[in-house]
């Protein structure tokens, strides 16, 4: 089943502005990361934020946390065309024994930037 | 170094046939992971391995999904007698040691078609 849920499931904005997107999720978690998903194939890291953490630059981009929430933020600042992509949060939330580690994904949020 | 590579990069097979999906984590990685992801949506974790232990097997959807993997090599992904509901982006991910909070690097996906 699905863990996280990102809203809104589609952003359209123009080159030069910022694009938040959330991220909502239901059981506790170690930490969330957030992919980044070109043309529906392999999907690249951006970011983890730790259960301990609130907040995380890496460039442009801006993550929050808020586990009483159980929410995240991801904030593209000074956008390009060319971050025109899907973006998925995961989270650990199920930890199985002998070391076992899955990432359970949202749906992502389909972000157009447009020229 | 290369990245995870899969093959083949598209599948069109007709239902009830047997395909086989192939994934070459990056060497050194001794984690690996299966995930599917249908047309639109996240990502569903199928299968993990660990070096050698026993894989974690509680995503497969039936007793007709099964994965092998040699060591901490190649790792082949197996549908038989294919459907329809079967179509997804097949997505291979390996990481260092398959721990809590270590970035999954991902391959580019087979697409595979069921008709």
């Known amino acids: 089943s699905q863990q996280g849920e990102e809203d809104p499931q589609a952003l359209s904005i123009q080159e030069g502005e910022n694009a938040t997107m959330n991220c909502s999720y239901k059981?506790?978690?170690?930490?969330l990361q957030w992919y980044r998903q070109n043309s529906g194939r392999g999907l690249v890291h951006l970011i983890l934020i730790r259960s301990n953490e609130r907040e995380k630059h890496s460039g442009r981009l801006r993550v929050t946390l808020d586990t009483s929430k159980k929410s995240s933020s991801l904030l593209i600042t000074a956008s390009r065309a060319a971050d025109t992509a899907s973006y998925f949060c995961?989270?650990?939330?199920?930890?199985?024994?002998?070391?076992?580690?899955?990432?359970?994904f949202g749906k992502g949020t389909k972000l157009s930037v447009i020229p | 170094g290369a990245g995870v590579s899969q093959s083949p990069s598209n599948k069109v097979t007709e239902k009830g046939k047997d395909v086989e999906l192939r994934c070459d984590p990056i060497?050194?990685?001794?984690?690996l992971y299966w995930y599917r992801q249908r047309l639109g949506q996240g990502l569903e974790f199928l299968i993990y391995?660990?070096?050698?232990?026993?894989?974690?097997k509680s995503g497969l959807p039936s007793d007709r999904f099964s994965a092998e993997r040699t060591g901490e090599s190649v790792s082949t992904l197996t549908i038989q007698r294919t459907q329809q509901e079967d179509s997804a982006v097949y997505l291979c991910?390996?990481?260092?040691?398959?721990?809590?909070?270590?970035?999954?690097?991902f391959g580019p996906g087979t697409r595979l078609l069921v008709l």
């Open positions: 995961a989270t650990d939330s199920t930890y199985s024994g002998a070391g076992s580690y899955q990432l359970t």
């Open positions: 991910a390996s990481s260092l040691e398959g721990r809590r909070g270590e970035t999954q690097y």
């Open positions: 391995f660990q070096g050698n232990s026993a894989p974690d």
């Open positions: 060497s050194g990685h001794t984690a």
């Open positions: 059981t506790s978690i170690n930490n």
